[in-house]
């Protein structure tokens, strides 16, 4: 607060609605923004899967090659930090998939040893049983 009241004084007011936001002095005005073309389209990025984190990193290297051409050195920068952030994540990802198909493989292997030696314990009893 930088006033000496009590009571903060609202200054912007921020709105979204789906993949839109817009902003205004009041919530009036912020709506009508909305509803207009002043409101900006905001794209969310589901980075939690291995789908989700190849798209991502398809569209950063679409924006690096856009910014590459334009000459635009800073947004270079930006999308190259992005798309080593997005890099990082899938190797996280593909870490965490690759350790649970392994223990899948274990637990699949324990079953099947499992079975195996059901198998040779029944065939013991029915030899018992024959003799």
Avoid: C, F, H
Wanted: charged share 30%; proline share 1%; hydrophobic share 35%.
């Amino acid at each position: 607060m930088l006033n000496e009241s009590d009571v903060p004084i609202l200054k912007k007011v921020i709105v979204a609605s789906g993949n839109k936001v817009a902003i205004g002095d009041t919530l009036a005005e912020s709506l009508e923004n909305l509803l207009s073309t002043y409101a900006v389209d905001i794209e969310v990025e589901n980075t939690e899967d291995l789908e989700g984190l190849i798209d991502a990193i398809i569209k950063a290297n679409k924006n690096l090659v856009e910014s590459n051409n334009n000459n635009d050195w800073e947004m270079m920068g930006k999308d190259v930090k992005r798309l080593q952030e997005l890099i990082t994540s899938l190797e996280t990802v593909k870490q965490e998939e690759d350790k649970k198909k392994e223990e899948a493989e274990k637990m699949n292997q324990q079953l099947n040893t499992n079975n195996v030696n059901n198998t040779n314990d029944i065939n013991v009893v029915n030899t018992t049983n024959t003799n």
